[in-house]
């Protein structure tokens, strides 16, 4: 009797320091965008960029560690979606609008007027619906997709071009491009195209050689310049979601509507019962 006492109590350490280590990734998740926002407030826009990065990579692996150690919860799941709201939101908004958005000029007005500081607002607006929707859905959406550009592949293709982009900030048409990126982002965030999640990829299976060229490339790729690689990756994946959306429409299957799985979801008001 006593021994079944002490297996249920060890069980309940383990579980606890399980439910734990999820949280953990989740509060480093929430450190690295602060301290991105404290450096891009000295200026270090570069170095706060790739904090960005490591935080989503942080953010992919405490949603699978929890589904692999069984500790999902509702806490720890409202918990993610703040601290991405807090590191993939606020943290590119208000690291574009001090990279150059405030320093911008239109027709002799500094700061774009009010735009200056709208279109970061307007991007984290786009988040904080996004993240929200998301919350709401997880019970009715395909696993294999996002409803909507996520909010940490969001951040990455708003600092890919801070990354990229370094050392332009003194020129115009670049802050004007990065305005409108905040603009076209945001609004793929709150779409209903339909973005692969990766999910469903298994490490275990056999893959082509063909990959380890593709892999190849991608590590010379980061090693030779690393801005360009993150851009392109941050490219092609905002636009798989439309991309996807329109071959669908002009190649539509026979016996099946016009949208393949990756076209545009219906509208989530009608998704949720």
């Keep these: ?128 619906v996004r993240l929200a929707r998301f919350n709401v859905q997880t019970k009715v959406v395909d696993s294999r997709f996002f409803v909507g550009l996520p909010s940490p592949a969001a951040a990455g293709a708003i600092c890919s071009l801070l990354f990229f982009a370094k050392d332009l900030r003194a020129q115009t048409p670049i802050r004007f491009f990065l305005a409108a990126s905040l603009i076209l982002v945001g609004s793929l965030m709150v779409s209903t195209f339909r973005y692969v999640s990766f999910k469903q990829i298994n490490l275990r299976q056999r893959w082509s050689y063909r990959m380890l060229l593709i892999a190849a490339a991608l590590v010379l790729t980061v090693a030779i310049y690393p801005p360009a690689f993150f851009l392109t990756v941050a490219v092609i994946y905002t636009a798989s979601g439309p991309l996807s959306w329109l071959v669908g429409r002009l190649r539509p299957r026979s016996g099946e509507p016009a949208a393949t799985p990756l076209g545009p979801a219906q509208d989530p008001e009608e998704e949720i019962p």
């Design 1 to 128: 009797m006593a021994r079944k006492r002490r297996s249920r109590s060890v069980e309940r350490r383990l579980r606890r320091g399980a439910y734990l280590l999820p949280s953990l990734f989740t509060t480093g998740n929430l450190l690295l965008g602060f301290a991105s926002i404290i450096l891009g407030l000295d200026g270090a826009f570069r170095t706060a960029t790739v904090l960005v990065f490591v935080a989503g990579i942080l953010d992919a692996f405490d949603g699978r560690l929890a589904r692999l150690t069984g500790t999902e919860s509702e806490f720890g799941r409202e918990y993610d979606s703040l601290a991405d709201l807090f590191t993939f939101g606020a943290a590119p908004a208000l690291l574009s609008y001090l990279w150059g958005l405030r320093e911008l000029r239109f027709w002799g007005v500094s700061g774009l007027g009010r735009l200056g500081w709208l279109i970061p607002l307007f991007y984290l607006v786009c988040a904080a």
